[in-house]
Each structure stands twice: as C-alpha cells, then as structure tokens.
C-alpha cells in the first residue's frame, strides 16, 4: 500500500480484471474503467487471481520541484510506502512479508 503528498493518480483500465483498494474499499476493475485517487488516499492494485490486468496509471503533480531529492532513482518521489499495512490480499503471506522488511530496510537506509 502507498500514498503521495501531491501526487493524485488515475487509473484506466484497457484489459482485463483487478481490483483496486483503496482507503479500506474494494473497487472492482473491468475494462473502460477510469478510476481517480486522491494523493492522500492509501491504495494498491492487483489482478483477480483468474485474470491479468493491463491498465494505464497516470499521475499529476505540479509541474516543477520535481524530482525533490538531487539522488532520486524517479522522477515522481513523494510517495509515502505504508509498511505496516499490507494490502489484504497480502496479509499472511511470509514471502511477502520479508520481501516487505528487506525492501524497506533498503529505502531506510538510503
């Protein structure tokens, strides 16, 4: 699960099906779906587990102070990684779970 600071996010659906969580909810994904999240809002993606899902996701923010570190690997580096709370599809799962920890103690440390 993520957030950003300004950076809002659209996502469109072009194939496939999926679901989107955010802020607790459960929105299910077809295509020709358009979905807008705000930047605060905690949110993941995924495929049904019988079904592969191809979408655009687009972000906007302003137009300058962007990158906003000088050593930033992307472009867009507001977001905020929630480590405590995977999102439900996730919970229980010890590979990701220690996936999870070692990338986190990777970006603590940078």
Request: aromatic share 4%.
């Amino acid at each position: 699960m993520h957030q950003h600071e300004t950076q809002e996010e659209v996502y469109v659906v072009l194939s496939g099906k999926g679901l989107l969580y955010i802020d607790g909810e459960h929105i299910d994904l077809s295509p020709g779906d358009i979905v807008k999240v705000d930047p605060i809002a905690k949110r993941a993606v995924k495929a049904h587990d019988d079904s592969e899902l191809v979408c655009l996701i687009l972000g906007a923010l302003p137009a300058k102070g962007f990158p906003r570190k000088a050593n930033s690997k992307t472009l867009i580096d507001d977001g905020i990684p929630d480590w405590e709370n995977l999102p439900p599809w996730c919970e229980g799962n010890e590979k990701v779970i220690e996936l999870n920890k070692k990338i986190r103690a990777k970006r603590e440390a940078d």
